[in-house]
């Protein structure tokens, strides 16, 4: 596992830390962009099913290597209401 906490080797695994204390803990970085298109707090398994379904390496952006691992974006519509 790397910094990101998300790797990728057949499938997606994305750590548990990533989901609860970066894509939905209430003040995080990210957190109410998550929020604003529906999910909640107790929606972890929810965002990681709809992330790992969406994940595609083709559409990874800003690659870089730094000390060996490997850092990009990979931008991605999701949603669970109609906004």
Same mark, same amino acid.
């Given at each position: 596992?790397? +910094?990101?906490?998300?790797?990728? @080797?057949?499938?997606?695994?994305?750590? +548990?830390?990533?989901?609860?204390? %970066?894509?939905?803990?209430?003040?995080?970085?990210?957190?109410? +962009? %998550?929020?604003?298109?529906?999910?909640?707090?107790?929606?972890?398994?929810?965002?990681?099913?709809?992330?790992?379904?969406?994940? +595609?390496?083709?559409?990874?952006?800003?690659?870089? @290597?730094?000390?060996?691992?490997?850092? %990009?974006?990979? %931008?991605?519509?999701?949603?669970? @209401?109609?906004?």
């Amino acid at each position: 596992m790397d +910094d990101s906490g998300i790797k990728k @080797t057949g499938s997606v695994f994305i750590a +548990d830390d990533k989901i609860n204390m %970066f894509f939905l803990l209430e003040g995080a970085k990210h957190a109410q +962009d %998550f929020f604003d298109v529906g999910y909640g707090s107790a929606g972890g398994e929810r965002l990681r099913k709809d992330i790992s379904d969406n994940f +595609d390496i083709g559409k990874a952006v800003e690659k870089k @290597t730094s000390n060996g691992v490997e850092k %990009f974006s990979i %931008f991605m519509d999701l949603e669970i @209401t109609q906004k």
